[in-house]
Each structure stands twice: as structure tokens, then as C-alpha cells.
Nanobody, 124 residues
Framework: QVQLVESGGGSVQAGDSLTLSCIAS????????MGWFRQAPGKEREFVAA????????LYGDSVKGRFTITKDNGKGTVWLQMNNLKPEDTAVYYC?????????????????WGQGTQVTVSS
């Protein structure tokens, strides 16, 4: 089992920045990729960004490219999502996921483990 705990959400103004954290514990060696997804009310879970523990792949959804950056620290089992120039459409609950393969990195089904989510609200 792998446990994921997100933190760092909050309410900000458009143009502001936030950094989300995801701490992984347990059998993290069984995971290969860490991803961030978000889900707004009434919408499907949307891929935001992903990174492999090896560092070989750093992947982004089209809506956040150039604004968000995903980083990791293997020793700390932590993945961060730096979010800059936030927009009202970024408002959602953000979830961290852990999966064993990067083949279909943008699909929620790829990720076996999920955190509880952290709310990000961006007002105009």
C-alpha cells in the first residue's frame, strides 16, 4: 500500500502563485510515476502534470503548460506542483496519484493510489 497526503491548497487571487505538496509513504518503490489531477464540480478528473521517480519524464496538460511546474525529491518521497499565474479556471480540488506505469500517464485509471485532495480556489 502507498499513502499519499496533499497539502498547500488555498484561496488566492488571479495571477497569484501556490505550491502544492504530495508526500508519499509506504511501498513507494512499487510506484513509477506520480501525477497531479484536478476536478471541478460537475466535471471529470483532469490531468495536470506528472513526473517519473527516475526523472526521465516530466509531463503537463495543455491548459497548464508554461504556468505549472512539477518537481520531486526521491529521498523525501515528495512531489510538488508549483502553480504560477493562476486563473479562475484553475479552481478545483487537486489530487495526487501514484502509478506503476507511465504509458497512459494522462488517464486517472493509470494511478492506483490517490490522496484525499486539496482545494484550490482562484478568484478574479
Amino acid at each position: 500500500q502507498v499513502q499519499l497526503v496533499e497539502s498547500g491548497g488555498g484561496s488566492v487571487q488571479a495571477g497569484d502563485s501556490l505550491t502544492l505538496s504530495c508526500i508519499a509513504s509506504g511501498r513507494t518503490m512499487s510506484t513509477y510515476i506520480m501525477g497531479w489531477f484536478r476536478q471541478a464540480p460537475g466535471k471529470e478528473r483532469e490531468f495536470v502534470a506528472a513526473i517519473t521517480w527516475s526523472g526521465r519524464d516530466e509531463l503537463y496538460g495543455d491548459s497548464v503548460k508554461g504556468r505549472f511546474t512539477i518537481t520531486k525529491d526521491n529521498g523525501k518521497g515528495t512531489v510538488w506542483l508549483q502553480m504560477n499565474n493562476l486563473k479562475p479556471e484553475d479552481t478545483a480540488v487537486y489530487y495526487c496519484g501514484a502509478g506503476a506505469s507511465a504509458t497512459y500517464y494522462a488517464r486517472p485509471a493509470t494511478y492506483t493510489y490517490w490522496g484525499q485532495g486539496t482545494q484550490v480556489t482562484v478568484s478574479s
